[in-house]
């Protein structure tokens, strides 16, 4: 690389896998001795055993049985990502600010590693974060699916309705689809704690922020304000509430109701919303980053 | 008054700069904290930056090392801009700013693991290196949410020399730190410069502190640098001088006058004479005196120190600090 090649690529010269990789491993080490990461999965791990328990004692008093460990999977899933999602958000909060909270960006950004570098690092491991959450979820789901009803086929009254392996690759679908509007909300966490100071103050805005676009959506429509709504529905800002998309099109599966296909407008109009919102504030967060002098 | 890079030694002149700052400037609003700032660090160096508390250090190093951008200026490291070769220019860096910042929930040594391969891979042996230099080696397990002031500000020293740099940038090492703390980190960067051979910017308020260990100084005031130099030139013999207690001080003025024409003593107050000791020899001035019938009850010789030159280029009182 010519010297002049060198220089103008500025914030991006020297860019390696290698480094990259090491950095989202310091990451992933460090996050996961603090306890209140520790703690925020063990508090996921807890709602998906409770909600497990309920699930099954609830479809036990009404008599109605998920005939599959599958389908008990995607029951559990629908109403664990629903409380776990807020958790998961606040934990994203801390990958940012636990830096700015201790004064360590310091030392990370005085060992020649760029702002961009470690910011995309961060993103990753929020990635990563969020798979691991959507695994406790399965894992458990489908362990205690196994417990209660055994991962065989679903059937109603001896009549197959889908084999086990269909039953599968639509979970695993509806999973991948999942990941866009948390992978959404990973962008909102990690703007939101790149003006933070401390820990506490990403975390207190960054419920805010969430309580706000998770409501965004609901509010107008419950008032009965119509207003430009058939331009743009008001469904569009609240991107949070996306989450349910792809589980609300699953949750058809146990009910008998084949999908047809995932491509439907419901799916492409979350991953529309959520990707606008993740490129406005990924962009955001990576400017406010770089322009930030840090008085640490 | 500015002690130009020009009066350097013969060495500093042959040798690439470590660090050369030129025109740095910055702002907070209506305050300007950086003032077209000129810095220049030589290999080898302990560069001492020392000016009173808000004068500008902690500002300038974070400008160094990219914390904070600068409105005007650049910085270049090791001959590499810091702007536009990033990567480059602080690869051979090791800082400690302000404060020390560590993951309290990690021990010494995790904490050290995690950060010291950003840079490069550090064996646990050379952690254990860097934690003996400083003398934490048997705490090196034990969580940093336990360790004392001084404790982490020798985990931040032991932090910045873990890589191997070819610089060190120390800002206030000793803050915080009780007589003894002071001692035991002034004797480390002793250590470190001769052990390590490496160059070593230091920034303090401290003046004695800086006196101790530096062989150069820019001295910083109001985001400008008034004077920088080699300390031995900046004090200069010239500036020595010397304090007699005799009897009959002002005949024993007038006799040195006639005796040594240029001495020109003064007298400061009563029964004392003070005097520039121009390079002369203080027994040959105390035999006269004796000689000539005066009774010499002490002779003190003084050295012109860095507080005395602060408060002579700033008409400051020393007692800022």
């Known amino acids: 690389m010519s010297i002049e090649k060198h220089i103008s690529l500025g914030e991006f010269s020297g860019f390696s896998l290698k480094r990259f990789l090491l950095l989202v491993r310091t990451e992933l080490v460090k996050l996961f001795s603090f306890w209140l990461i520790q703690g925020g999965y063990v508090a996921l791990l807890?709602?998906?055993l409770i909600a497990s328990y309920l699930v099954y004692h609830i479809e036990q008093a009404v008599k109605l049985a998920s005939g599959s460990g599958y389908a008990f999977a995607i029951g559990l899933l629908?109403?664990?990502?629903?409380?776990?999602?807020?958790?998961?958000?606040?934990?994203?909060?801390?990958?940012?600010?636990?830096?700015?909270?201790?004064?360590?960006?310091?030392?990370i950004l005085t060992r020649s590693v760029t702002r961009i570098e470690m910011m995309l690092a961060k993103y990753f491991t929020a990635w990563i974060m969020i798979i691991l959450?959507?695994?406790?979820?399965?894992?458990?789901?489908?362990?205690?699916?196994?417990?209660?009803?055994?991962?065989?086929?679903?059937?109603?009254?001896?009549?197959?309705?889908?084999?086990?392996?269909?039953?599968?690759?639509?979970?695993?679908?509806?999973?991948?689809?999942?990941?866009?509007?948390?992978?959404?909300?990973?962008?909102?966490?990690?703007?939101?704690?790149?003006?933070?100071?401390t820990m506490g103050g990403a975390?207190?805005?960054?419920?805010?922020?969430?309580?706000?676009?998770?409501?965004?959506?609901?509010?107008?429509?419950?008032?009965?304000?119509?207003?430009?709504?058939?331009?743009?529905?008001?469904?569009?800002?609240g991107f949070p509430t996306q989450r349910f998309v792809p589980l609300y099109i699953l949750d058809d599966l146990p009910a008998g109701i084949p999908i047809q296909s995932w491509w439907v407008w419901d799916i492409q109009k979350m991953v529309i919303i959520c990707g606008i919102y993740f490129i406005i504030f990924f962009s955001l967060s990576l400017v406010v980053v770089k322009k930030r002098d840090f008085t640490l | 008054m500015h002690f130009s890079p020009s009066s350097f030694n013969f060495k500093y002149k042959m040798s690439q700069p470590v660090l050369e700052v030129r025109g740095l400037s910055k702002r907070f609003g209506e305050i300007s904290a950086v003032a077209n700032l000129d810095l220049t660090i030589y290999p080898g160096d302990v560069y001492g930056f020392i000016g009173p508390n808000g004068a500008g250090k902690t500002t300038t190093i974070r400008m160094i090392?990219?914390?904070?951008?600068?409105?005007?200026?650049?910085v270049k490291i090791f001959g590499y801009d810091l702007k536009r070769d990033y990567r480059r220019a602080l690869s051979e860096i090791g800082a400690l700013v302000e404060s020390p910042a560590f993951y309290p929930f990690l021990s010494g040594y995790r904490n050290l693991r995690l950060f010291g391969d950003l840079s490069r891979r550090v064996s646990r042996e050379r952690i254990f290196q860097v934690l003996e230099l400083v003398g934490l080696s048997r705490r090196a397990h034990h969580r940093v949410r336990g360790y004392s002031q001084g404790m982490r500000q020798r985990l931040g020293i032991a932090l910045a020399l873990l890589h191997q740099p070819k610089l060190l940038i120390l800002d206030e090492p000793t803050n915080g730190l009780d007589p003894q703390g002071i001692r035991e980190v002034r004797n480390l960067i002793r250590r470190i410069s001769q052990e390590e051979k490496i160059t070593i910017f230091l920034s303090s308020h401290l003046l004695g502190e800086m006196e101790?260990?530096?062989?150069?100084?820019?001295?910083?005031?109001?985001?400008?640098?008034?004077?920088?130099?080699?300390?031995?030139?900046?004090?200069?013999?010239?500036?020595?001088?010397?304090?007699?207690q005799v009897q009959d001080t002002e005949s024993a003025q007038r006799f040195l006058k006639e005796k040594f024409p240029g001495l020109n003593p003064e007298i400061k107050k009563a029964g004392w004479l003070e005097f520039k000791k121009q390079d002369r020899d203080l027994a040959e001035i105390n035999q006269a005196l004796v000689r000539a019938g005066f009774k010499v009850f002490s002779i003190y010789p003084h050295r012109r120190t860095l507080e005395d030159l602060f408060v002579e280029l700033t008409g400051e009182s020393?007692?800022?600090?």
């Open chain 1, 133 to 197: 959450a959507i695994g406790i979820f399965l894992a458990v789901g489908l362990g205690m699916g196994a417990h209660y009803y055994g991962l065989g086929d679903l059937t109603e009254d001896g009549y197959l309705l889908f084999p086990r392996s269909v039953m599968f690759k639509e979970l695993a679908i509806a999973l991948l689809f999942l990941m866009v509007p948390l992978v959404a909300l990973s962008s909102l966490a990690m703007f939101i704690s790149s003006f933070s100071s």
């Open chain 1, 203 to 237: 975390m207190i805005f960054g419920l805010i922020a969430y309580l706000f676009f998770d409501l965004l959506g609901i509010i107008p429509n419950n008032l009965g304000i119509k207003i430009g709504e058939h331009f743009l529905p008001y469904s569009a800002f």
């Open chain 2, 65 to 74: 090392l990219g914390l904070i951008h600068s409105d005007a200026g650049e």
């Open chain 1, 46 to 48: 807890g709602i998906a």
């Open chain 1, 78 to 107: 629908l109403r664990g990502v629903d409380i776990g999602a807020p958790i998961l958000f606040l934990m994203m909060c801390v990958i940012f600010s636990i830096e700015m909270n201790y004064g360590t960006l310091k030392n």
């Open chain 2, 318 to 321: 020393a007692d800022v600090y």
């Open chain 2, 212 to 244: 101790k260990v530096c062989n150069r100084v820019g001295i910083i005031y109001r985001g400008r640098l008034i004077a920088e130099g080699d300390v031995d030139e900046l004090l200069g013999k010239e500036q020595d001088w010397v304090e007699v």
